[in-house]
């Protein structure tokens, strides 16, 4: 008797019944599929840009320069240092103040993922952390630190930490309870069932908290050089507003829109589809 | 040691705390039997009369009842690790998505602490009783539920169990395959030849499968109130074969006659 199953082909991709008609079909149509949506993706940014003429088109171009303008002037401030400088001065404060947060978040979320009480104990900060405005955290940060480097970093982290908590803790109590029995049952032992079992669990939600954290945390941190800082591209864009030159503000912003979505978008969502190929629908970004 | 049980568990109760004023639910009751070195046995109720509470009390998974529940003449839990091999299949399949399905039964070696040079013999065995052969690098999830059972099975015979405990790890398929997956583990059990605590609902799987059936009654505080020997029973038994569906349907009405009538299930 064999028990070859009926179902290969609706449940195996196509290495196994690579002749079929039916796969290639399906192969096809995933082709089509994936056409498609670079289609509207590319359509979506096109629109986007015709929105902004549209907006130049209508707004004096002292409020809002075209997109071509924005493009020549950044393509000079590119061939110049200082804007270089500036990118890893924000940078560096970028890599501290996230270290900072993803450690702080790491350790409560732990907690209130392991033991009630911690939950019961941090909630009640973190619920204020949340419903507090960044703004006043971030002043209050400059009064207690001084307006310092070290203040601009734990300012911008600050912030972030409550939402990056839940986060983590929420990827702590979706650890899968049966497949822990499981291996308690094959008599694995604690380091097993820890490196084995729980931490590629929780890997997931680690690293969309560590690429949703780094989202925010750019952006608190571009807030922050605007607020008490001298230098990087926060206090530039500050600089320009000040001077009235919004091609220079847009053009900064620009460039650092690219860098982040170029960090964010490939460099970790690469590493996330790579990290977790076994699961059969990936999320798109 | 000619005499020693290979499971035995003496009056165990198991209730489980209720929340603040309540008085808790007595999932268990006074229950005791013992399982012969390589019987099949089976243990027949209806949902919710404690079976699952049972197994994991014997895999150590739970160690809050009272009574006392031995493998090997060793107590069950953690101490027992070294006694027996014990293996579990689940209601569910319970593979871990991320590994692939020869990673998942390599986990079971290295927790069972099989020297990593018989793995490869070993997993290329057991998938072929599965009829897994080609599928040992495929990702859970590529896999129908059927063969995903017959990979968690698979994994539960790599170990080469000395006890086999299985909670109802046929009732999620579908009847087709869980009549293929019955056969087949008989024919692998007839070649390992573990104890097997098989629990089940079902009165035709329990008939076609077990050398003894262990009968309960309704929960809460279920307890056993019959047993039913089918040594007799030759095998290898077939599906056609009209003793089988005569004893399964004496087995039935024994089962009706102790807990009323089979309408909750
Ligand atoms: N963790 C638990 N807490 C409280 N009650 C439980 C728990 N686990 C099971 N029970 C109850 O104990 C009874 C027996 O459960 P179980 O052993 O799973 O039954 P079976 O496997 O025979 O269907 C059920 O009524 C169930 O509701
Ligand atoms: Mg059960």
């Known amino acids: 008797m064999s028990l070859q199953p009926l179902s290969v082909t609706r449940f195996v991709p196509s290495i196994l019944s690579r002749k079929s008609a039916e796969d290639r079909a399906r192969v096809s149509r995933w082709f089509e599929a994936h056409a498609a949506d670079r289609v509207i993706k590319f359509a979506s940014v096109l629109s986007l840009l015709g929105l902004w003429y549209f907006g130049a088109a209508l707004l004096p171009a002292s409020v809002m320069p075209a ?142 908290s560590a690429r949703f954290g780094l989202g925010l945390i750019w952006k608190m941190v571009l807030f922050v050089e605007l607020l008490g800082r001298s230098d990087g591209i926060g206090y530039q864009i500050e600089y320009y507003y000040q001077m009235f030159n919004m091609s220079e503000v847009l053009a900064h912003a620009l460039l650092f829109l690219l860098i982040m979505l170029f960090i964010e978008i490939i460099l970790l969502g690469k590493l996330e589809r790579r990290l977790f190929r076994w699961r059969p629908i990936q999320r798109r970004i | 040691m000619a005499n020693a049980a290979s499971i035995e ?161 046929f009732s999620a398929l579908d009847e087709l395959t869980a009549r293929r997956l019955r056969q087949q583990l008989l024919t692998i059990w007839g070649t390992f030849r573990s104890t097997v605590l098989f629990v089940t609902h079902n009165a035709f799987e329990a008939t076609f499968l077990s050398d003894r059936i262990l009968m309960m009654t309704k929960g809460p505080g279920g307890k056993f109130c019959d047993e039913i020997d089918l040594r007799e029973l030759a095998r290898p038994r077939s599906y056609e074969d009209v003793r089988v569906f005569e004893t399964s349907r004496t087995v039935v009405e024994r089962l009706v006659s102790h807990i009323g009538s089979l309408d909750e299930h």
């Open chain 1, 67 to 208: 997109p071509h303008i924005v493009a020549r002037v950044l393509l000079h401030e590119i061939t110049l240092p200082r804007i270089w400088i500036n990118v890893a001065i924000t940078m560096t404060r970028i890599v501290f103040a996230f270290g900072l947060a993803m450690s702080v978040a790491l350790v409560l979320g732990f907690a209130m993922g392991l033991s009630k009480t911690a939950a019961r104990f941090f909630d009640v900060w973190v619920v204020c952390g949340l419903s507090l405005p960044s703004l006043v955290l971030i002043l209050t940060i400059f009064m207690i630190v001084g307006l310092n480097d070290r203040a601009a970093i734990i300012a911008a982290a600050i912030p972030v930490v409550p939402i990056l908590t839940i986060n983590i803790w929420e990827g702590i109590k979706n650890v899968d309870q049966k497949l822990i029995d499981m291996a308690k049952a094959y008599h694995a032992d604690r380091r097993r069932i820890i490196g084995s079992v729980i931490a590629p669990q929780i890997a997931p939600t680690m690293l969309a």
């Open chain 2, 9 to 169: 568990i003496n009056q165990v109760s198991k209730v489980f705390p209720g929340k603040g004023q309540s008085a808790g639910w007595r999932a268990l009751d006074d229950a005791t039997f013992r399982v012969d070195p390589g019987e099949f046995v089976c243990i027949l109720g209806p949902s919710g009369c404690g079976k699952s509470t049972l197994l994991n009390i014997l895999s150590g998974l739970d160690d809050q009842f009272e009574g006392t529940a031995s493998i090997h003449g060793r107590p069950v839990g953690k101490r027992n690790y070294d006694a027996a091999r014990i293996a579990y299949v689940f209601q569910e399949p319970r593979l871990m998505p991320w590994r692939t399905v020869r990673a998942n039964i390599e986990f079971a070696l290295s927790a069972a602490n099989v020297s990593s040079s018989q793995w490869k013999e070993r997993i290329d065995r057991v998938l072929a009783l599965v009829e897994l052969s080609d599928f040992g690098d495929f990702y859970p999830l590529q896999l129908s539920g059927g063969m995903q059972q017959r990979a968690s099975i698979a994994r539960a015979f790599a170990i080469e169990p000395e006890v086999l405990l299985m909670d109802e790890p």
